[in-house]
């Protein structure tokens, strides 16, 4: 079964700080990878997926994650910062979008 | 457009009571998914809908947890006889293909 691990579970970059989330997944083949976002009182929005191909995927707001299959991690950056970054972020690993694994998740705080 | 809409939004209830939690998907969106977040936890998947049937049901905690979907849309999340381990919040996601889940808000469920 699929699993992942966010090591970190808060986060504290200044504003213009560039930012690397980790995710590091145990899966048996290739999987399907997302970073989600949660903003407080929201639901989660997909910032970004990978499924195949090109191993450095770019998303909303600036966001891009690297996949990485000799380290089995799929870690999320930002070069810089913004104060609304400011949230909850969720890493999942799944074979396909209908059998997801959600990492605890890491928030991330933005000092002025 | 309408996103995924849950209700009650904050729902406060006596332990041993019953409970309906609701979702209403994105329209057309024929996958239904439920999580649950404990606080300070990542989501644990608890049951997926494909149109109004679940392949998948064995993320739910116990027998005193159910879910229907009716009509392919809204789905109710039952709980019997709460604990006080079920506060969480619940959330909701749907998709339309195999490539994103929408979330709703979710229902913040405290069980005195």
């Known amino acids: 079964a699929q699993s992942v691990t966010q090591p970190d579970i808060h986060i504290t970059v200044s504003e213009g700080a560039s930012l690397e989330l980790r995710c590091n997944y145990s899966?048996?083949?290739?999987?399907?990878l997302f970073w989600y976002v949660q903003s407080p009182g929201q639901g989660l929005q997909l910032l970004l997926k990978?499924?195949?191909?090109?191993?450095l995927v770019q998303g909303i707001k600036g966001f891009e994650a690297e996949f990485k299959r000799s380290q089995s991690s799929f870690n999320l950056r930002k070069p810089s910062v913004h104060w609304s970054d400011a949230a909850e972020y969720f890493c999942?690993?799944?074979?396909?979008?209908?059998?997801?694994?959600f990492g605890a998740g890491t928030r991330l705080t933005v000092k002025p | 457009g309408a996103g995924v809409s849950q209700s009650p939004s904050n729902k406060v209830t006596e332990k041993g009571k019953d409970v309906e939690l609701r979702c209403d998907p994105i329209?057309?969106?024929?996958?239904l998914y439920w999580y649950r977040q404990r606080l300070g936890q990542g989501l644990e998947f608890l049951i997926y809908?494909?149109?109004?049937?679940?392949?998948?049901k064995s993320g739910l905690p116990s027998d005193r947890f159910s879910a229907e979907r009716t009509g392919e849309s809204v789905s109710t999340l039952t709980i019997q006889r709460t604990q006080q381990e079920d506060s969480a919040v619940y959330l909701c996601?749907?998709?339309?293909?195999?490539?994103?889940?929408?979330f709703g808000p979710g229902t913040r469920l405290t069980v005195l």
């Open positions: 996601a749907s998709s339309l293909t195999s490539t994103e889940q929408f």
């Open positions: 899966y048996g083949a290739t999987p399907y």
């Open positions: 990978y499924f195949s191909g090109d191993t």
């Open positions: 999942a690993v799944g074979p396909n979008n209908n059998d997801m694994r």
């Open positions: 329209s057309g969106h024929t996958a």
């Open positions: 809908f494909q149109g109004n049937s679940a392949p998948d």
